[in-house]
């Protein structure tokens, strides 16, 4: 989601993000998230979820946090290829306690957030939902070879969270 959004979750040893769609499949290259860390020194990662079965599928290097609100790139070391399907977007930093990424209203259950001690990604979410549409996208290369830079960040309607019997609490 790249409009705007002044709310904000932590990040601290939470993992924080929200459901998005990919249209369709591509290789992605980075995720990009409205991030800050205002006492400086914090660090953090973006990962991506399958929204089916809260399955782990990619994380992304470390980076440092900006001091600052601001659009900030995490890269793949290892991009992953991803089919067309609902994701979840997520941020996890844990090296300090003011890193925050910022959200707008969404639907309902599109946020998900899953308290985690910082370190290796889950292998699978246990949520808590709310209507947290993060400011977070990401940017892959189709697979039909179209050109790189697209991004996926739009939500389907959150009915579709429901039929799929995913828990929500």
Avoid: M
């Amino acid at each position: 989601y790249t409009g705007t959004g002044s709310s904000t979750v932590a990040t601290n040893s939470v993992i924080a993000g929200s459901v998005f769609t990919l249209t369709e499949s591509g290789v992605a290259s980075k995720i990009t998230a409205f991030v800050e860390a205002l006492l400086g020194g914090e660090s953090g990662k973006c990962g991506i979820y399958k929204h089916s079965d809260l399955s782990f599928i990619a994380g992304t290097n470390v980076f440092s946090l900006p001091v600052t609100a601001a659009w900030t790139d995490f890269t793949f070391a290892a991009p992953p290829t991803l089919p067309a399907d609902d994701y979840v977007l997520a941020q996890w930093s844990g090296t300090g306690t003011s890193s925050k990424i910022y959200y707008a209203t969404g639907d309902a259950d599109q946020g998900h957030s899953d308290a985690a001690a910082y370190g290796t990604w889950p292998s699978t979410l246990d949520p808590t939902h709310s209507t947290n549409k993060c400011r977070i996208y990401c940017t892959y290369t189709a697979a039909t070879g179209q050109p790189t830079g697209r991004r996926f960040g739009a939500v389907k309607d959150a009915n579709q969270y429901k039929r799929r019997g995913v828990r929500c609490f």
